[in-house]
């Protein structure tokens, strides 16, 4: 390409052609590529999707998605569009309805543009029929959105095309999406500032220069990390997340954190040889869900969740009064008001895991998403931030509870306050 265009990386070269019937990765269904920010990864991706979607289709209808219209028209469609005569493309653009009709070639198509910013956007994509998708910054739209996107493609050859920036290593998109990737028969390429010849050697070391801790894991390095100030930063994958449970457990406890709006988080624990388990979760997010539960309905889930195990008792935040009083009106289980200190809780949970004493079974995903979520209030002593924290509480929950406690409070609660 000459004019306006610069000599693109191998990467690019490899996003650019991916979908060529001449190309060995021609065989997938989807590309996702992900990394640092300046990589060049978007451009690359948004005229690699306008070139397979004008050589292969015509007549047909795709969707062009951001986290919202205004955010996707401006890091998207506005640096591309005045490129693209050169190619042999011409545009013209329903601004007030929010497509595009793109020609090329003697062939035409309608892009329409679509935000992902919450659960609700999933109704604005759902009925139509596409050829194809374009999610840029997948990572910040909801699962719902990505999913009801991605049923849209029912034209046959339709493909997925994704881009984003890192979050979090329990983000659904990484779970699902990136780390089965061959699975899913994903494409997957990892972008850094290297692979942008745009960029010069100045201008990454002014980046290198401007980030630190989490942002330049995730900005600069391209790297799926945990969040700076975490609560819980002794938590390791690898240490406490297990995948087969023992085959002799000697008690069972269930501990639960009720919410009406709020999440509602139960854990189901058993202990084998001194380690306490988790061994599966409940968690309903009636305002995600759009589903408010009543007491009895939840008393029914909870009943569910035991699967007729002998619990020895449910824990329960105290505060939810008309819930333990349903839980008793059923008599199956003893239940037991929590111990609901929150420092000196956190601080126990501290001591459990690094003594590691308690462990999580890997299908708890919600458990995990919160651990690398769960953090402190900046700048406000020694407060934690009212979000992620449903499973974080039913857990300090149990353990205030049901662990003894064998130190003396504020042991490592003060070193980890020090050092903040």
Known sequence: MTGKFLPFSEKQLRVLTWWDKNSPDNGYDAIICDGAVRSGKTFCMSLSFLLWSSTCFDGQS????GKTISSFRRNVLYPILPLLPELGFSVKESIAHNFLDISRMGRTNRYYLFGGKDEASAALIQGITLAGILLDEAALMPRSFLEQAAARCSVSGSRFWFNCN?????????????LQAEQKRVLYLHFTMEDNPALTEEIR????QLYSGVFYE????GNWVSGDGL??????PLRHIFSLAPEHLEKYYISVDYGTRNPTSFGLWGLSGGVWYRLREYYHDARKLGQIKTDSEYCRDLLAFAQELPIH???VDPSAASFIECIRQEGKFPVIPAKNDVL?????????LREGRIRFHESCTDTLREFSLYRWEEGVGDRVRKENDHAMDDIRYFVSTVLAPRRQPGSAFAAISRRR
Do not use: N, S
């Open 62 to 65: 795709f969707a062009l998605c």
């Open 313 to 315: 008792a449910v824990i």
């Open 166 to 178: 890192p979050q979090h290593p329990y983000h659904y998109f990484y779970q699902e999406w990136i």
């Open 344 to 352: 000196p809780g956190i601080r126990r949970v501290m001591d459990a």
């Open 205 to 208: 070391t002014r980046y290198e």
């Open 218 to 221: 995730r900005f600069v390095k």
């Open 231 to 236: 609560v819980y930063p002794m938590f390791e």
